[in-house]
Structures are given as structure tokens and as C-alpha cells.
């Protein structure tokens, strides 16, 4: 029930005292004046209180259960990272402060810069951008400020591959690039065949994903590299996959030229409706001009200060610098972290993933027999076939035994695909037990495949009519 349908007329919370102001009338246009009542519910304290409580309990998030959800890196977020950045010398400032007063501030971006510059294999870097796709945006428009400053205008093509994350093309059709599409091999992976018969002096930018959305590592990225810088395009990193290589591989060091992050997914900060992400793009020295103003300098005083002066420059992509207090968690995550614990994590979240794999793969075909990086990728079509029962099916399901579904039905060039990442932050026991989940239902989808087909049964929403809402969507509560 809504807040409102809880209301109960007469109801009341909290009475203001009388007012000892001399009420005077005003003479407001009719169409001004309010004429009906406001509607608001009507509540005591404590059921108010009651009425948030069960809505917070109704809240299903990394912090309450297993969170597979592929692509996304839903990863369990350490609460010192929450407090750091809710102390209120970094909460209470104002971006229209005297530079000379947020020295401290500036310093934390300055040095988050340079870890993440030293993490990616870049020169430099900017933290402007406001989440992964903004990221790219940014990226991308320093491509393009690139090509242009060098009087090329023909370079108008981005290629991307067809197992690209969907914010690939978009990003790339916002800053005013036509998207060609490579498809993959049957392998998975980037087609160098496909690659050599697309590049030519019309491509400004290969955009590629390494481990890419089937958790598969680009085994031939330095052949890709040379063939894209051989054309004179540029190749950009979609970082939101790093969490699979940090602290181990570098793009800056495979060849790449740009590169953007997802600090609230590798770097732990609550994400996915849970709070403001971050999305900066790093770039190899020879595109540094291009980057966004302002930019974080350090005087040789040892003050900070922010730059403008930088005529070659994208301009501004975000208002003031960014969503601060993620970078406050990102910056707090490195150094709790250091350099082997972010080696480390790279390292569980690979075994964790492959060790699932290996578990469910007594029950579903696997897009690849390859060991996969970070997360991997189910074909269902051939339980399909057999039992009738969707992967949508089954991740509904699960909402049942009060697990988080994973990610269906992305990449695209799977069939009946079901994206899993485990994450790091989960222990063998978690993933013992979700494999044991996910054999109970198929052992349903076989023996009562109704009883998966209309799940979920326990949850307090049933099952949504997905058609119906496409194709009569209604916005507002009514």
C-alpha cells in the first residue's frame, strides 16, 4: 500500500501552534489560488514510521543478499568508505568556495587522479564525468577534438562490436559519430578479418570492451592496437570491466588511448539506483589538451588549484566538478585497498567467477568453454528447448529463494543468455549455495515448469505483464 491509501481522514502527525501573524488577503490572480484541497495523506508519527520501515524492508540490495548481477559489479560496498565521505569537512563544503579553502578537497582529487592514471596506464586524467556513459561521452568527444584539430574530418566512423554494452552506440551517436557494428566470431571474441575490412581513413575510434561482455579476454589486443593506430584511428577503453584486470593489466599499457572508469562499480561505491556514480576518462599524454575544464593542477608551492586555460579543451561537461563525495569513497577504496589488495580483488573476482561457472555448468550450456575473467555468460536456448522454461523464467524465480536475478538476455549475440558475476566480495559458501538454488530450479523447470514459468510467487509484487507496460505504459500513480 501507497502512503496514501493509508491515509486515514482526520489523521494527524503533527499540528502546528496558532499563528500570531496578522493574516492579510491577497489579491492573487484567480488562476493562482488554490481551489481544491492539497490531497496529502493524512498519518500519526508512528505510522509514518511504521510505513518507511516496511518499505525498507522491502528493499532488496548488496548489503542485504547475493547480487549476480552481470556487467554491473554489484559488488559489497566497506562502510569506512560511507563514513570518510560523510564527514562534514566534505559534506558541507560549497563549490563556490575560495580555492584557498578547499585545499583538501583538491588534494584528494589531485591524488585520485594519479592513482588512477598509475592503475590505467595513462597520463592523465579527468573526474568531471558524471557516470560510465557520461564517461564515454567525454571520451569520445576527445576523439573527435582530436581528429578535427588535425584538419581530419573525414574520420566520422566509430566501429564498435556487436557484444558491446548498449552505451557504446549511443554515447558514440551523441558526439556525432556513425556507428559501424563488427560482428564477433563464434568464439566470442573481436573478428581481426572483420576489423581489416572496416578500418580505413573514414574510422575515428575503435571502442572495445577487454574482457569484453562474455568475460572473455581479447587474446590478439596488441594485433587489434596496431591495426587501429596503423589506420591513424584511436582506440578507447570501456572500463567497466576493469574490476576483472585492476592492479594486474593496464589499457595504457595494451595500446589504448582512451580509456573511461566506473568508480561506483570497481571501485566500491553503492550504484544501480543506490546512489550518483563517476565516470572519468583518462588519456594518453598527446590528447591531454582535449580534456574538459577545469583541470586539477599543483603549484610548485604545493597548492591546488583548478585550471581553465586550455584552449583546445572539450569545455565543460559537468556543472563544478563532479559527484565529489564519490570520488571521496573511490579515493579512500585505493588506499584502504593498496596496490597488491587491489591486485587481489581482481584476482578473487576471477577465480570466483570461474569457480561458479564451473558449478553451473552441470546444469546449463556455458557462450564459452574459455576460462572467463570477471563474469560469465549461460545459453539457455537449449533449456528452452528442453523444458520449455525461459532464463527470464528462472531469474524470476530466484527472486523467490531471495536472490537478486542476474542479468538476462544481454550481450545480444547470445541466445537465451544469462549473465552472472559473482563478484570478489562473495565467499565459496554464497556461491555453493546459489549453485544449489539454481539446481533446485531446474530440477522445477523439469518436474512443475508452471511453477517457474509464473514465479515469482513470494515476492510483494507478482509477476509484471512486460508487454502490457511496453506497450501501455502508465507513469504517474494514480
Known sequence: MTVFEKSVNGRIGFKFPESDVNLQSMDLPGNLVRTRNLGLPQLNEVDVVRHYTELASKNYSVDKGFYPLGSCTMKYNPKLNEFLASLEGFTELHPYQPLETVQGALELMYELKKALCEITGMDDMTLQPAAGAHGELTGLLIVKAYHLSKGDTKRTVALIPDSAHGTNPASAAMAGFEVLELKSTKEGLLDIEELRRYLNER????????????GLFEKDIFK?????????????????????IMGRFRPGDMGFDVVHLNLHKTFSAPHGMGGPGSGPVGVKEFLARFLPIPVIRKSEDGSY?????????????????????????AYSYILMMGRDGLKHA?????????????????????????????????DGSEFVKKTGVRVSDIAKRLLDYGVHAPTVYFPLIVHEAMMIEPTETESKQTLDQFAEIMGKIVDEAIRTPDLVRNAPHNTPVKRLDDTGATKNPIYRHR
Open 224 to 244: 587489434i592496437e596496431q591495426l587501429v593506430h596503423e589506420a591513424g584511428a584511436l582506440l578507447y577503453y570501456d572500463g567497466a570491466n576493469l574490476n576483472a
Open 305 to 329: 588549484y583548478l585550471d581553465y586555460n586550455l584552449p583546445d579543451s572539450i569545455g565543460r561537461m559537468r556543472s563544478f566538478y563532479g559527484n565529489f563525495t564519490v570520488l571521496v569513497k
Open 203 to 214: 574510422v575515428a575510434v575503435l571502442m572495445l570492451t577487454n574482457p569484453n561482455t562474455l
Open 346 to 378: 581482481s584476482e578473487m573476482a576471477v577465480l570466483n567467477a570461474n569457480y561458479l561457472r564451473k558449478l553451473l555448468s552441470k546444469y546449463f550450456k556455458m557462450a564459452s568453454e574459455r576460462v572467463c575473467m570477471h563474469e560469465f555468460v549461460v
